[in-house]
C-alpha cells in the first residue's frame, strides 16, 4: 500500500519561512513527477510547484522567486521551502506524486496526501 503524507505546516508571521515535506512510503518502484498544491477556503486548488525525478522543476508564477521545490529521491521525499510568506498564502498545502508501486503490475498511479495547513497571519 503506496502513501503519501505532508508534514511542516504551521502557522507562521507575514515574512516568515516554512518548509513542507512529502513523503512517499510503501512498496514503490519508482516515483515520477511530484507537486505541491494548495487550496484555500472558497478558492479552487492550484497547483504550485512541480519536480520531475531528474530535477527538474517548474513553478506558478505567484510564487515564483518565494517557495523551491526540491526532492530526495533516496528519502522518497520532495520538500516545499516557502519564503517571505504573506497572508494570502493561507490554505491547506497538499502534494502528489506519480508512483509506481512495487510488485508484478506495474502502473503508474498517481497519489495525494490528506495536506497539511498553513496560516499565515499579518
Known amino acids: 500500500q503506496v502513501q503519501l503524507a505532508e508534514s511542516g505546516g504551521g502557522s507562521v508571521q507575514a515574512g516568515g519561512s516554512l518548509r513542507l515535506s512529502c513523503v512517499a512510503s510503501?512498496?514503490?518502484?519508482?516515483?515520477?513527477?511530484m507537486r505541491w498544491y494548495r487550496q484555500a477556503p472558497g478558492n479552487q486548488r492550484e497547483l504550485l510547484a512541480s519536480?520531475?525525478?531528474?530535477?527538474?522543476?517548474d513553478y506558478v508564477d505567484s510564487v515564483k522567486g518565494r517557495f523551491t521545490i526540491s526532492r530526495d529521491n533516496t528519502k522518497n521525499t520532495a520538500y516545499l521551502q516557502m519564503n517571505s510568506l504573506k497572508p494570502e498564502d493561507t490554505a491547506v498545502y497538499s502534494c502528489?506524486?506519480?508512483?509506481?508501486?512495487?510488485?508484478?503490475?506495474?502502473?503508474?498511479?498517481?497519489?495525494w496526501g490528506p495536506g497539511t495547513q498553513v496560516t499565515v497571519s499579518s
Open positions: 502528489n506524486a506519480d508512483i509506481t508501486a512495487g510488485g508484478p503490475r506495474r502502473r503508474e498511479i498517481r497519489y
Open positions: 519536480i520531475t525525478s531528474a530535477g527538474s522543476t
Open positions: 510503501g512498496s514503490i518502484f519508482s516515483i515520477g513527477v
